[in-house]
């Protein structure tokens, strides 16, 4: 997903260095002026994807350009000493194409102490490279693909978070040797390029040639992996409408983060075929029938439990459904017929909602919304034809004016040719008879105009009252005048399209055995990907039954045991009291729970040890509470704490 982005970063890096060697009139401007090569990459907010989109690049680059490529994170560079000890310890690490002796001197320099010093980078540097350029021919070729005196690229992971001292330090270092080491600079951005002159002042950035570098946003990425995963027939797992939903939800108002996006997906796919008996179906169609056969009685017994297989049976006839609840090899063989229903489903469906995708994302309004997983939603959740979103999309598209038209059908014919649908020779000879008609309307010039200025009204009109508004005008004027040929196609064009909706976009759910193939245990993906930490919290405290599994500490309605963890007593005893917490009040309420079954045994001198060790305990307990976030030390009373959480969980 990043080849383009990678693609110009590197034409960028051979482009700073080219000319290192020959010191020709560009770099020679360059280097009087100081100036060090820095790309600036806004990767957006989405941090959690930034590791992988850095070790990508550094591949990369270590594929293409060079082999000295360092990557530096702020927590670990607080100074400019922390920093070049960083850097010098990935570079010298770095000797690649190198015979045994070669990496029996470099593993010795890295063992050695040396001192962290641009003046030591220099000279390595120097040492690396003469012994690079004095290798043999044949060694040469090994690493063609570097460039000769190729650069040092150090790459700045998350620039925000390093010290403004830092940066500045490291770029006026390194544009005073500029002419001595060969650097380029490569700063990850995640908020906006301002964030470069805000850390550092004109005087130090004006030593820096600045080029930006926009990597594809997250939301991109998000539609690029719901059309390889879902929107194929590649793979017979899906999502249904109510999981896919709670995962682009986590996407888009949590972390905006794609590798998070698939582990969710990886879950589902662990949850499905854990927790339905029948996933072993959820295969392609030539395996699934070959696993019909060996299904035991068991396995057709879950079968006719099926919801969507019940509905089924109910619908057949009195003998059939005699058949089908009783004989299993009769059961087997309409299995089979329903799941090869099923493949056909799926084949079908993707490209009809591709086309209705065509015309819709390119209405002047988006009421089944622009992105493509929008329109899947809403077709998996009910029928879609029966909506007002979808009524005012179809409005919207008989008002589209003949250029439009004609490039929605020819995308649409592109759509159904390349599809592996069986049932779509017929559509495509629809689409391209409906394209003869347009080539051969004349004189429609006026209609034309007509729906552009329609189309340039509903643009203005932003609010729903005035678009409603609108469109009834329309179709009122529609109505007393007589259609020209041009409306007339473009209706038929609509009503052809609405058709195929109808015919192909029913919601999943719907067709017999999609429990076999569609994870729809939302709570599930939601209870594990969703932290609720305060109520896990709360559940263990209250009853540490529940994670412990102790049938000692397990108790009984609003009753507290002795056997409970102290954090569990002190925590159960704070509930009850009020905003500020008597520290002598609480010691005494819990040695008196501590101590109930135990009562009146032993000596003075034993009695006063237990309290000194239940004072140590409650001591320990009530530390850990306001370590948990449950108290704090009270300034109005030295003797008591006030209390931090309310409510229930």
């Not at 263990?540 to 102790?550: G, S």
Request: hydrophobic share 40%; net charge neutral.
């Amino acid at each position: 997903m990043n080849k383009q982005f990678f693609d110009n970063l590197v034409s960028f890096l051979r482009r700073s260095h080219c000319e290192f060697r020959e010191k020709a009139t560009e770099w020679t401007c360059r280097t009087k002026s100081r100036e060090i090569p820095t790309a600036a990459l806004l990767l957006g907010v989405n941090v959690t994807d930034h590791d992988l989109t850095f070790k990508s690049l550094s591949e990369v680059i270590q594929n293409n350009i060079t082999p000295y490529v360092a990557s530096l994170q702020a927590k670990d560079c607080p100074a400019i000493k922390n920093l070049m000890q960083k850097l010098m310890g990935q570079l010298m690490n770095c000797c690649v194409d190198v015979d045994s002796s070669d990496e029996e001197d470099c593993a010795q320099v890295s063992q050695n102490r040396i001192r962290c010093s641009i003046t030591s980078l220099i000279s390595w540097y120097e040492n690396i490279t003469k012994k690079t350029d004095s290798e043999t021919p044949s060694r040469k070729r090994t690493s063609s693909r570097h460039l000769q005196f190729p650069p040092v690229v150090v790459i700045f992971k998350d620039m925000e978070s390093f010290t403004t001292k830092v940066l500045q330090d490291f770029i006026v270092i390194s544009s005073q040797h500029i002419h001595e080491l060969p650097i380029i600079l490569i700063f990850g951005i995640a908020t906006s390029p301002m964030i470069i002159h805000s850390l550092l002042p004109h005087s130090i950035s004006s030593l820096l040639c600045i080029e930006l570098f926009q990597s594809l946003s997250c939301k991109e990425h998000l539609s690029t992996i719901i059309d390889k995963l879902l929107l194929t027939t590649q793979f017979a797992f899906k999502l249904s409408e109510k999981v896919l939903q709670v995962l682009i939800n986590i996407f888009l108002y949590h972390d905006f983060s794609v590798q998070n996006f698939i582990k969710g997906f990886q879950l589902c796919i662990v949850e499905h075929f854990y927790s339905q008996p029948l996933s072993v179906l959820c295969c392609q169609l030539s395996e699934a029938k070959k696993r019909v056969n060996s299904l035991s009685h068991s396995q057709c017994e879950n079968i006719r439990r099926l919801p969507s297989f019940r509905r089924y049976v109910e619908s057949q006839e009195s003998e059939k459904q005699i058949a089908l609840l009783t004989s299993d090899n009769f059961l087997k063989e309409a299995v089979q017929k329903l799941l090869e229903d099923l493949h056909v489903y799926h084949e079908n469906y993707v490209p009809v909602l591709r086309c209705l995708h065509v015309f819709t994302s390119s209405l002047p309004k988006y009421p089944l919304g622009k992105q493509i997983r929008e329109l899947h939603c809403a077709c998996l959740e009910s029928r879609v034809w029966e909506t007002e979103d979808y009524e005012s999309s179809l409005q919207l598209a008989r008002m589209l004016n003949k250029s439009d038209l004609v490039t929605m059908l020819q995308k649409c014919v592109e759509i159904f040719v390349s599809s592996s649908g069986k049932d779509f020779d017929k559509v495509v000879e629809k689409l391209k008879d409906f394209l003869a008609q347009f080539q051969k309307l004349e004189g429609v010039c006026q209609e034309q105009e007509e729906s552009i200025s329609s189309q340039k009204e509903l643009q203005k009109k932003t609010d729903l009252y005035h678009l409603q508004k609108t469109l009834l005008e329309l179709k009122e004027s529609r109505r007393s005048k007589k259609m020209t040929k041009f409306e007339m196609l473009r209706f038929e064009v609509v009503d052809f399209i609405d058709s195929l909706v109808r015919n192909y976009l029913v919601p999943a759910d719907h067709k017999t055995l999609h429990e076999i193939m569609y994870f729809n245990t939302a709570s599930a993906v939601r209870e594990h990907l969703n932290a609720a930490p305060r109520i896990a919290l709360h559940t263990a405290l209250n009853n540490p039954y529940c994670y412990l599994k102790n049938q000692a500490s397990k108790s009984d309605g609003g009753s507290i045991s002795n056997k409970a963890p102290d954090v569990c007593i002190a925590y159960k005893l704070h509930l009850e009291c009020g905003r500020l917490i008597n520290l002598v009040d609480w010691l005494e309420a819990f040695s008196t729970v501590v101590t109930a079954v135990e009562g009146p045994n032993g000596d003075a001198a034993v009695s006063d040890q237990v309290d000194d060790v239940i004072h140590a305990r409650f001591i320990r307990a009530v530390s850990e509470l306001e370590l948990l976030g449950f108290i704090k030390p009270s300034k109005q009373k030295t003797d008591h704490v006030a209390r931090l959480t309310w409510g229930g969980c």
